[in-house]
């Protein structure tokens, strides 16, 4: 796949517009600590849920999605329910209520007020810390080789590498797609701090709402119904299931049904269950000190840091599966006319 001059310049665009946004609040973000980490608390709830939201529109869940979606069918709602993605139900109704009436600055700094000053907090300090670092280095770790192996297919290496003045190996140019990106979103982090985030974010969404109705589109003009029940297995179009997954792919795709035999989702019954005891108990246990708790804790007010919550997953849903099911059928319409 190759892009276009106008594609390119696309994407140029769009790196400079992320540096100039920094550059442009990061004076603003220099006045205090509360402003550089919290964006002095002015920001809206809105622009903070769609900052949130497209935090969780990353490239690397959304294309492990779209795998789901065309293996699974409809069925594959079920699966992100492991994450969980209905802990914002629990935000809105009271953590983050609680998270924001404190007013600390951090994730880490919360736990005094979860857990006192004594001993047992100051351990549960360090080891929110640590979890917090390992947690970032495996955010980074999860867009960075996503991002790689992406931008590998649509920008190739061999137009990329007449300018690089170093020879790569073939198996390490996704690692340098992902510094160049990654490097990109540290700058106008480190510049902007809150702010700078909250505002890349917002044009983020933008952008991917966008895409994703397009390719939706593109997908509904492309695939008939017709195809859709010719190509897919029984129980592909619909979300209910029975004790077991039943669906079955032998006839049509026998590398894929052999993959999906090495999943854990064909009793889903039982998986659907644990899911839902899992993701319970873990968004009551309450708030992780993410990117999540860090938005709750910008907002202007207790109740705008649960309107916050409550908006996140309303509006992410509806752009992310249009993507979704978009790339699912124009899947259904190539291996289709491949045979």
Same mark, same amino acid.
């Given at each position: 796949?190759?892009?276009?001059?106008?594609?390119?310049?696309?994407?140029?665009?769009?790196?400079?517009?992320?540096?100039?946004?920094?550059?442009?609040?990061?004076?603003?973000?220099?006045?205090?600590?509360?402003?550089?980490?919290?964006?002095?608390?002015?920001?809206?709830?809105?622009?903070?849920?769609?900052?949130?939201?497209?935090?969780?529109?990353?490239?690397?869940?959304?294309?492990?999605?779209?795998?789901?979606?065309?293996?699974?069918?409809?069925?594959?709602?079920?699966?992100?329910?492991?994450?969980?993605? $209905?802990?914002?139900? $629990?935000?809105?109704?009271?953590?983050?209520?609680?998270?924001?009436?404190?007013?600390?600055?951090?994730?880490?700094?919360?736990?005094?007020?979860?857990?006192?000053?004594?001993?047992?907090?100051?351990?549960?300090?360090?080891?929110?810390?640590? $979890?917090?670092?390992?947690?970032?280095?495996?955010?980074?770790?999860?867009?960075?080789?996503?991002?790689?192996?992406?931008?590998?297919?649509?920008?190739?290496?061999?137009?990329?590498?007449?300018?690089?003045?170093?020879?790569?190996?073939?198996?390490?140019?996704?690692?340098?797609?992902?510094?160049? $990106?990654?490097?990109?979103?540290?700058?106008?982090?480190?510049?902007?701090?809150?702010?700078?985030?909250?505002?890349?974010?917002?044009?983020?969404?933008?952008?991917?709402?966008?895409?994703?109705?397009?390719?939706?589109?593109?997908?509904?003009?492309?695939?008939?119904?017709?195809?859709?029940?010719?190509?897919?297995?029984?129980?592909?179009?619909?979300?209910?299931?029975?004790?077991?997954?039943?669906?079955?792919?032998?006839?049509?795709?026998?590398?894929?049904?052999?993959?999906?035999?090495?999943?854990?989702?064909?009793?889903?019954?039982?998986?659907?269950?644990?899911?839902?005891?899992?993701?319970?108990?873990?968004?009551?246990?309450?708030?992780?000190?993410?990117?999540?708790?860090?938005?709750?804790?910008?907002?202007?007010?207790?109740?705008?840091?649960?309107?916050?919550?409550?908006?996140?997953?309303?509006?992410?849903?509806?752009?992310?599966?249009?993507?979704?099911?978009?790339?699912?059928?124009?899947?259904?319409?190539?291996?289709?006319?491949?045979?």
């Amino acid at each position: 796949m190759k892009l276009h001059e106008i594609d390119i310049l696309i994407i140029c665009a769009y790196l400079i517009a992320m540096i100039v946004i920094g550059l442009i609040l990061k004076k603003r973000a220099a006045q205090n600590m509360d402003s550089y980490f919290l964006g002095g608390k002015s920001l809206p709830f809105y622009m903070l849920g769609l900052s949130n939201a497209s935090g969780m529109f990353d490239i690397t869940g959304t294309m492990l999605m779209v795998y789901w979606a065309f293996a699974y069918g409809f069925k594959s709602l079920w699966i992100p329910w492991l994450w969980p993605v $209905f802990n914002q139900i $629990f935000l809105m109704v009271y953590l983050s209520v609680w998270l924001r009436r404190s007013n600390v600055l951090t994730g880490a700094e919360w736990i005094k007020t979860r857990f006192g000053k004594g001993k047992g907090s100051t351990l549960s300090h360090t080891i929110v810390i640590i $979890f917090a670092l390992l947690s970032v280095l495996g955010f980074l770790s999860y867009g960075f080789i996503g991002i790689g192996k992406f931008m590998e297919i649509f920008i190739p290496w061999e137009v990329v590498s007449p300018f690089i003045p170093f020879n790569v190996p073939a198996e390490y140019v996704p690692h340098v797609y992902g510094i160049f $990106f990654t490097t990109i979103a540290t700058f106008y982090v480190m510049l902007g701090g809150m702010l700078s985030i909250v505002w890349t974010d917002v044009v983020q969404f933008l952008i991917m709402t966008v895409a994703g109705i397009v390719i939706v589109v593109i997908g509904m003009q492309m695939v008939a119904p017709d195809m859709i029940h010719s190509f897919v297995p029984a129980g592909w179009d619909s979300p209910f299931f029975g004790w077991t997954l039943d669906i079955d792919w032998s006839s049509r795709m026998s590398l894929l049904t052999e993959r999906m035999a090495n999943e854990p989702y064909s009793l889903i019954s039982i998986f659907v269950m644990m899911a839902l005891l899992k993701g319970i108990f873990m968004s009551m246990a309450g708030p992780a000190p993410n990117y999540d708790m860090q938005k709750i804790l910008s907002c202007k007010s207790p109740k705008e840091a649960a309107m916050m919550s409550g908006s996140v997953s309303v509006v992410l849903l509806i752009p992310r599966y249009l993507m979704i099911m978009g790339f699912a059928l124009l899947a259904i319409y190539f291996f289709k006319e491949d045979g």
